[in-house]
C-alpha cells in the first residue's frame, strides 16, 4: 500500500531557530512530491519537487528530494513565530492520485 | 480566479440523517478532489475525478458515501445515514492536470458534526 511518513509529528522550537522536517515515502508510481501548509483550514502549497537533488528555496523555506533514499527535508531557517503550522507532505502518483502523511506540527515559541 | 469554494462551511446533523456537500473548483481545473481530515491527521484521500468521471474511490470509504461531478463543473460529496465517525473536516481541492503534475488548491473546507 502507498504510505508517507512524515517526522517529527510535532515540534516546538524558539523563533530565530532552524528546523528540519522529515518525510519519506513509499509508492508504486511516483510523480512529483509536494509540500503545503496548514493554518487554520486549507493547505496552502508550499513546493514541488520532481527531480532528486534540485533544491527549492522560497524565501526562508527549502526543500530537496532525493529519489534514491524515497525521502524528501523542508527546511526552515531563522523561524518566526507565523511560521507556526502543520506542514503536509504529499505525493503524487503517476495516475494523479495524491496522498498525504499526518503532518508536522511546528510551534514557535516568541 | 476565485478559488475553490466549499458549502456550507459547517453542517451539525443528528446521527442517521443524510447530508450533502458542495464544491465548485477553480473553473479551468479539470480535476477535483475530495479529502477528509480529523484532528491530528493529515488529510485522507477519498475520491477525484478528470472532469465528471470519477477515477477512483477509496476503499476505505463504505458505500454510505457517493461523489458525482456532472457536467465536469462542480462536484457533490454524499453521506447516507451519518455516523458519529463520519465527523471530521471535508476538504475539496481541484487542479490543472498536465504532464509533471501540479499543485492542488483547496477549499477551506466543509466541517461536519454528527450527534
Known amino acids: 500500500e502507498d504510505k508517507v511518513v512524515q517526522s517529527p509529528l510535532s515540534l516546538v522550537v524558539h523563533e530565530g531557530d532552524t528546523v528540519t522536517l522529515n518525510c519519506s515515502y513509499e509508492?508504486?508510481?511516483?510523480?512529483?512530491l509536494l509540500w503545503y501548509k496548514q493554518e487554520k483550514k486549507a493547505p496552502t502549497f508550499l513546493f514541488m519537487l520532481?527531480?532528486?537533488?534540485i533544491e527549492k528555496k522560497s524565501g526562508r523555506l527549502s526543500s530537496i528530494l532525493d529519489k534514491k533514499e524515497l525521502f524528501s527535508i523542508l527546511n526552515i531557517t531563522a523561524t518566526q513565530t507565523g511560521d507556526s503550522a502543520v506542514y503536509l507532505c504529499?505525493?503524487?502518483?503517476?495516475?494523479?492520485?495524491?496522498?498525504f502523511g499526518k503532518g508536522t506540527r511546528l510551534h514557535i515559541l516568541p | 480566479d476565485t478559488g475553490v469554494s466549499q458549502n456550507p462551511r459547517h453542517k451539525i446533523t443528528k446521527r442517521g440523517q443524510n447530508v450533502t456537500f458542495r464544491c465548485d473548483p477553480i473553473s479551468e481545473h479539470n480535476r477535483l478532489y475530495w479529502y477528509r481530515q480529523t484532528l491530528g491527521q493529515g488529510p485522507e484521500f477519498l475520491t477525484y475525478f478528470q472532469n465528471e468521471a470519477q477515477l477512483e474511490k477509496s476503499r476505505l470509504l463504505s458505500d454510505r458515501f457517493s461523489a458525482e461531478r456532472p457536467k465536469g463543473s462542480f462536484s457533490t460529496l454524499e453521506i447516507q445515514r451519518t455516523e458519529q465517525g463520519d465527523s471530521a473536516m471535508y476538504l475539496c481541492?481541484?487542479?490543472?492536470?498536465w504532464g509533471v503534475g501540479s499543485p492542488l488548491h483547496f477549499g477551506n473546507g466543509t466541517r461536519l458534526t454528527v450527534t
Open positions: 520532481t527531480s532528486s537533488g
Open positions: 509508492v508504486t508510481n511516483f510523480r512529483s
Open positions: 504529499a505525493v503524487d502518483l503517476r495516475d494523479d492520485k495524491i496522498i
Open positions: 481541492a481541484s487542479s490543472l492536470a
